[in-house]
């Protein structure tokens, strides 16, 4: 297993659609294996193939709630479905999340506050996850890296404009950006 460099916004995997998982073979296996190293070691609750610099459509993810269960996984080829979202903005104490892939950064993002995804597990085994709050937001967050999308893609327009100038600012929006967890230091 390795810690992979994550890429940053303006790679173009990042702002592609990924390509579905034809089979799981052994070096999709070690893929996977990878991404679980990486994100642990970033730390993440979530990271999407594309954020590796692999256009699949996998991604992990790991989250401890507020009552202490532990949630871990992998979802191979997803499909989600959303419920409505609540109107209005959302509320930057509460909606607020970040990205591996636009590092040490976090904006207000309103999301659905529940979520359902059908996929493969790791033996092509079928699976259905149905969370809502935080795993939600989580699963909503990798399923977007998988069409192409990152978070600030979807912001309102102050913090769109915001999350550009740091970009500029740091020398982002460009391909071949990335960063190394456990080595770079970027506050992800």
């Not at 790679?11 to 052994?26: G, K, N, Q, R, S």
């Not at 970009?167 to 071949?176: L, N, S």
């Amino acid at each position: 297993m390795a810690v992979l460099p994550i890429r940053i916004m303006g790679d173009p995997v990042l702002h592609a659609p990924a390509t579905p998982v034809a089979e799981i073979t052994d070096d999709i296996r070690r893929l996977i294996q990878d991404m679980y190293e990486t994100m642990d070691a970033a730390p993440g609750v979530g990271l999407a193939a594309p954020q590796v610099g692999v256009g699949l459509r996998i991604f992990t993810y790991s989250y401890v709630d507020d009552d202490d269960e532990p949630w871990r996984g992998v979802i191979i080829n997803p499909e989600l479905w959303i419920t409505p979202l609540d109107p209005g903005e959302p509320d930057p104490d509460d909606e607020s999340e970040g990205c591996l892939s636009f590092p040490g950064e976090r904006f207000p993002l309103r999301r659905s506050d529940r979520a359902r995804v059908t996929g493969l597990d790791l033996d092509g085994q079928p699976v259905t996850i149905e969370v809502e709050g935080w795993r939600a937001r989580i699963l909503q967050h990798e399923f977007d890296h998988l069409d192409g999308v990152l978070y600030v893609d979807r912001l309102g327009d102050r913090d769109w404009r915001t999350a550009q100038k740091i970009a500029r600012k740091q020398g982002w929006g460009t391909p071949g950006n990335s960063w190394m967890p456990g080595v770079d230091d970027l506050d992800a």
